[in-house]
């Protein structure tokens, strides 16, 4: 069983910046990759970014490219999301995610292939 609990969500004008954390509590954390997934309204849940377990390796969708860093801290459980130059359309529910899948660098895009979930923060971005 995993616990994961995410914050840092917030109303923020367009061209801001927020970091958005994750804390895990539960499994050992350090031994999964985990991803970041957002869901604005009306819309299916996208890809944002993921970390492998030891954090050498990062992905970014290209819509967050250059704007957006993930990055995790395993002595304290915790995965983060920095956003930068935050425009309208990053506006929407995002989650953290614990990758359960069989190859990382094949499966991190995929939601289906994380088993646990946190509960979302919301980010609003304002132009």
């Known amino acids: 069983q995993v616990q994961l609990a995410e914050s840092g969500g917030g109303l923020v004008q367009a061209g801001g910046s927020l970091r958005l954390s994750c804390a895990a509590s539960g499994r050992t954390f350090s031994s999964y990759g985990m991803g970041w997934f957002r869901q604005a309204p009306g819309k299916e849940r996208e890809f944002v970014a993921a970390i492998s377990w030891t954090g050498g390796r990062t992905y970014h969708a290209d819509s967050v490219k250059g704007r957006f860093t993930v990055s995790r801290d395993n002595a304290k459980n915790t995965v983060y999301l920095q956003m930068n130059r935050l425009k309208s359309e990053d506006t929407a529910v995002y989650y953290c995610?614990?990758?359960?899948?069989?190859?990382?660098?094949?499966?991190?895009?995929?939601?289906?292939?994380?088993?646990?979930w946190g509960q979302g923060t919301q980010v609003t971005v304002s132009s």
């Open positions: 995610a614990n990758f359960r899948g069989y190859s990382f660098e094949l499966g991190h895009r995929l939601s289906t292939e994380y088993d646990y």
